[in-house]
């Protein structure tokens, strides 16, 4: 690949493009990746241990493996396509005919999703169901929930048992710090300088 120096003038449409090609292929080979571990590494290890061991959250890797499992094979006969038509699609029945119009025209995710309802019949003046559910997993994984810490910083649990306060939570699970305890950037995070150019 060429480097920025030497690569001809891209117009904004053509960066934008490349790098929207450059994220879905990401994804395709996360969801790969992840797909891959589940079967020869996990041993009981779910999404969730895998998303720690790259740098993700559960739920980006849950979607790239569930789109790699699912359309893996055949990603490859839609070249137009990117990765978010075939999350799009992840749970539709007609999933292989949608795909193909949306090839066969250019068509964006909106645009697609828009003729998948025209083609069931639905007011396309109103919200989709599909739109007011959103994308949550469906697979079983295990979540606790942090209890209250007990005397001495032991919380006790259903059965009555005491166990340590460190017990791991939910990574969704707000931060029990207070007051100025916690800061979503380091204690030594700056701005960094503006260029001399872009203050002139």
């Not at 079967?39 to 999404?47: E, L, N």
């Not at 720690?52 to 559960?58: F, I, K, R």
């Amino acid at each position: 690949m060429p480097s920025p120096a030497t690569r001809p003038a891209e117009s904004e449409a053509d960066l934008i493009s490349r790098a929207q090609t450059a994220v879905s292929q990401c994804n395709w080979e996360v969801g790969e990746c992840a797909a891959v571990w589940t079967k020869r590494f996990a041993r009981g290890r779910t999404d969730a241990d895998f998303a720690e061991l790259v740098g993700l959250s559960p739920d980006q890797v849950y979607q790239r493996r569930r789109v790699w499992e699912t359309f893996g094979d055949v990603y490859g006969s839609y070249p137009g396509l990117k990765w978010s038509h075939f999350y799009a699609a992840l749970n539709w029945d007609d999933a292989a005919e949608c795909l193909q119009w949306a090839q066969d025209i250019g068509a964006t995710v909106a645009e697609m999703r828009a003729w998948r309802r025209a083609q069931r019949g639905e007011d396309l003046s109103t919200a989709s169901e599909e739109e007011a559910l959103g994308w949550l997993p469906t697979d079983a994984s295990e979540v606790r929930v942090p209890s209250p810490a007990g005397p001495g910083g032991k919380s006790t649990g259903s059965e009555g048992e005491s166990r340590s306060a460190s017990v791991p939570v939910a990574a969704g699970v707000a931060r029990e710090a207070s007051g100025d305890e916690y800061a979503p950037f380091r204690p030594d995070a700056v701005t960094p300088p503006r260029e001399a150019a872009a203050a002139a």
